[in-house]
């Protein structure tokens, strides 16, 4: 399950997510909604991530509440995304004894001069108090989100953002790179942005890889990393094209086959309108799509064992081609995307769907 909460304080300067400042009785109103859309639902979830916007502007109190509507297994990961200027405002022994065993903070830089430049609120030593807040609760399986491109960026400034993250020894980091959004105030001045050039954001990104994997954080997604065992179970469900339910406004569910969304509105969604069929999911060319942001790559059994048949043979000779090229690795019947082939994912992605398409 995840559930979105359209809320945050200041609005980050690159950000497109659907998030707006709100005051506490419009939190009291949709904490309520998200319960009442829960309870109509009332699935079993292994999963459950609360993502935004910013999760931890909803505090202690109604995370709980919404948490004691979901139906659990023993196991259930639950994720919460937290703004690290909220941590000292929330009691993480009280969202630990909830349920809560994941944290996910956006870091994006450690250098405050980068962090002010992306109008991100806090300072990084409140990340580090933060992370460490998380930690004394017993919290150990905690994400930091890293962010590459940033302006003024450089690979030493990068490289000291990575050992921020390595020296608080978070088991999974997050690593994107900047998108400047159409509507976004970064769309409005990317002339007098200092963004860093294509080819160093590239060199930022393999310098992560490399970095991430030193220290024991595999790779197992274009912009994943984390040590053996600390993958985000939730992630990994939408790259492995699994099953989801989303709630809240602007979350995109995946269920029984069928895909649907609540749009980007919030009265609408404390109204309780209903979400919007988006057709059919789950054919052959987005559950390949998706696979192929995973290291573990396709394997023509699990396609085989999807779709009732293996993958074209035009598919493997192209894949065999960027092979060649240091782009993916193929062998026993799997393909992967190699770091390198990660930074031109859109370009080798779109040619080996074209080979399922034509088949
Ligand atoms: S905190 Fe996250 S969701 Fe909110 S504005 Fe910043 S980037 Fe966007």
Redesign the pocket.
Known sequence: MYLHVPF?????L????Y?MPAGEETKDAYARALCRAIDAADPLCDTVYFG???PSQLGTVRLTAILAHIRRTADCEVTV?C?PGDAAALDFRALAAAGVNRISM?LQSADDAERRA????SDAATVRRAVEQVQTAGIANLSLDLMLGIPGQTAESLARSIDFCLALDVPHVSAYLLKVEDGTPFAAMQEQLALPQEDAVCDFYLQTVDALAAAGLRQYEISNFARPGCESRHNLKYWRCEAYLGLGPAAHSFLDGKRFYYPRDLQAFLDGTPPIPDGPGGDPEEWLMLRLRLMEGVTDAAFAARFGAGLPDAFWETAARFARQGLMTVADGCAALTPTGCLLSNQIIGALLQTVAQA
Do not use: M, Q
Request: proline fraction near 0%.
């Open positions: 945050c304080k200041v609005k980050c690159y950000c497109d997510f998030s935004g916007g910013t995304e703004n956006g992306l109008g991100r609120r």
